[in-house]
């Protein structure tokens, strides 16, 4: 015996009934927001927020990044140090930057007003000191400390940022600010051409640390008055206002920030994708330092003087900021992230290639276009990795854990880095090169697969749950991304 069409008919509205207060039971009804006002206050934290994070971007890249024109200056050599004990120069930086990677947990605890003016002080005071060494031991101690303070502002800022703007706008943004490592690095460059022009009775690579460190200490000032703690006590921002910037970043995900929950570290920790993004990460951060340390003298052995070498690493940074954005803009347009990374890092690759195959003296030009692509490649497949992964965790404290495991084993490669390119391997440093060919295509596997795999997770969301209403707001605080109707970008 058939059931009856009107029975079939009850049954299908119970389904129906049911299957919405499932989706009610993870979604808040979309809040009311006046778009034009909340595009206003974006456009305030363009003004007033980004363009003070972006500044300490530079000159924190600039402070770190100086250790390679310094050496192409003479300062290895007028310190009397080997390729091995110069390695140690560098390690100290970045084992002390790893070692102080918690320490970005004052942003959370400590007013960033505060906290940051601190730091620059601090880490430009570093700086500076670097140029009155007298031996390795001085400029050891003058690296380390560079790295400590340093540590807590680098992994700290795209966590800032994101409490200024959703996950649709903070791509854009994150990239931006990461962008800045090659635009400083481009500042580094053009000034050491400057500065290694000066004839005085103290070395020119004494002054690129002095004349490069002092901007730090004095844009402390600035930070301290102008540099907003979070969206709700933004100074240039009214009462009213200040409420609608909180409002305007649940509209795609509501995530209530008051404590840790350590059901989302736990769940950060656990997270497969939080690993993928600090293999590439690590992949990524080999390249990252060793270009800004090595660069200038791998032109230098291509036969250019020292000051002409200094002078010809700034277009490809410039560049490659462009890139930076470039890449940004293109990802947030159309939200594959992992095809923007995965051809960006092919681009390096391909020119890390170049540059570990061709030794031959008389094709410096094909290996002068190798140093374009490594550095056009690179640094936008590192910045959109990290906007990538700060997409995808949802929930601070998930989001935290994510950054703490990226920031601090994806900077071990950094210790490879600065042992692979020794005066031993001079002119063509082919043993670094080659490494860093493997693990730029690797970021290229990686990625496409990453991409994959959060493309099936997506579809599969879609057949359990069915398709996502764009005006709905998820609330994130304990699901975090595993809130059912929660989609990834790709």
Known sequence: ??????????????????????????????????????????????????PLVCCLYVLSY??????????????????????????????????????????????????AHIYVAVLCICWGAAAMCSGAVRNMAELIVCRALLGIFEAGFGAGAPYYLSLFYNRQELGFRVSVLLGMSPLANCFASALAFGITHIRHSIESWRWLFIIEGAPTVLFSVIVYFFLADAPDKAKFLNQDDQTLALERLETFDNTKKSKVSWRQVIAGLGDYQNYVHTI???????????????????????????????????????VSFLCCIAGAVLSDRFGKRGWIVAFCSAVGGVGYLILAIVEDDSKTGVRYAGVWLATCGIFPALAINITWLLNNQQGHSKRGAGLALLAMFGQCSSFASSTLFPKSDVPYFVRGCAVGCGLTFTITILSLCHHFALELQNKKRERLHGPVDATLRLDVTEDGDRNPNFRYLT
């Not at 600039?62 to 140690?88: C, E, F, H, M, V």
């Not at 100290?92 to 942003?107: H, K, N, S």
């Open 1 to 50: 015996m058939s059931p009856s069409p009107k029975r079939d008919s009850q049954v299908k509205e119970t389904v129906d009934m049911v299957e919405k207060a499932e989706q009610e039971s993870t979604a808040i009804t979309q809040p009311v927001i006046d778009n034009e006002r909340t595009a206003q206050i974006r456009r305030q934290f363009d003004r007033r927020v980004l």
């Open 280 to 318: 590439i990460h690590f992949c990524c951060n080999y390249s990252f330092a060793g270009l800004s340390n090595f660069l200038p003298t791998i032109v230098e052995n291509m036969g250019y003087s020292s000051i002409n070498a200094q002078g010809l690493t700034a277009p490809p940074y410039l």
């Open 62 to 111: 600039l402070d770190r990044g100086n250790i390679g024109n310094a050496k192409t200056a003479g300062a290895q050599q007028d310190l009397g140090l080997s390729s091995a004990q110069w390695s140690w120069v560098l390690n100290a930086f970045y084992i002390c930057y790893v070692l102080f990677e918690w320490t970005t947990l004052f942003w959370k605890l400590l007013p």
